[in-house]
């Protein structure tokens, strides 16, 4: 394969520094990881294995095939999820929920497993959410 029709994600690993390609690894990994889990658990799991992967790819090369048939499947995804407005108005439903759920956890401490930890990791998954929403909108209906 020749440089200009190499994938933007796949890297000489000659060009790239051992410390960085650990780095590149770790984070790779740590991303698959929590992406496996969202594909049970509700989350971006396909958009996380897509990321992990896409470094891993750059750290090591011979994990590049792996990575178009998930973001083709992270794709679809992505655009099933703004397909209709009751996809949209759901999702948008969710992520407010979670943004005050956990307010609620965090001032409130009499609720169960309530405190700051709780309810910042659910608030930040209420905009986590959002912003997976607005970006995936804007991608498939574009701008206006």
Known sequence: MSEYQRPEFEAD?????????????????????????????????????????????????????YVEPVRTKAMEGMEASVASRWRIAGSLLAGFGLIGAGVLAAVVPTLPLAGWATGLSLMLSGLILLGLLAWSHRRVHGRR
Do not use: E
């Open 13 to 65: 690993p000659s060009s790239i520094h051992p410390v960085a390609r650990v780095a590149l690894g770790a984070a790779g990994i740590t991303l698959i990881s929590v992406g496996l889990v969202l594909l049970v658990l509700p989350g971006p799991g396909t958009l996380l294995l897509l990321a992990g992967l896409v470094l891993l790819a750059r750290a090591i090369p011979a994990l590049s095939r």
